[in-house]
Structure formats: structure tokens, C-alpha cells
């Protein structure tokens, strides 16, 4: 549950700083921030999904 909490706020500063870089004039570090968390929301979002799979049923490596 802590990384959908994550990717939620890394999507949220992503968009807020891709707004900012748009309404600014040329400050790129908006830009970067945007690009980061952009990443952070996608590999945030990946390890809330990927720990989701196989909860209930095990895999035996003699299966």
C-alpha cells in the first residue's frame, strides 16, 4: 500500500512541476523534476503492482 501511496504523490509533483515548467519562462529544473518523477511514478507504480501477484498461491520450485 506504501508504494501506491508513493507512485500517487510521485505523479502528483511530476504534474505539478510539468505545469510550472509550461507557465515559466526557461527554468529547466522544472523540467527535470517532472522527468524524475515521471520515472518514480512508473517504478513506484511497477513494485505496488508486482507485489500484488501470487499473494495466495505458492510456487514450488518441484512443480
Do not use: Q, W
Not at 4 to 9: E, G, K, T
Not at 41 to 58: A, Y
Amino acid at each position: 500500500m506504501l508504494y501506491a501511496v508513493l507512485a500517487l504523490v510521485s505523479a502528483i509533483i511530476a504534474i505539478v512541476s510539468f505545469r510550472f515548467y509550461t507557465s515559466s519562462a526557461e527554468n529547466t529544473l522544472y523540467i527535470v523534476g517532472a522527468i524524475v518523477f515521471a520515472i518514480l511514478t512508473i517504478v513506484f507504480g511497477g513494485l505496488f503492482l508486482s507485489g500484488r501477484v501470487n499473494k495466495n498461491e505458492d510456487i514450488h520450485i518441484t512443480e
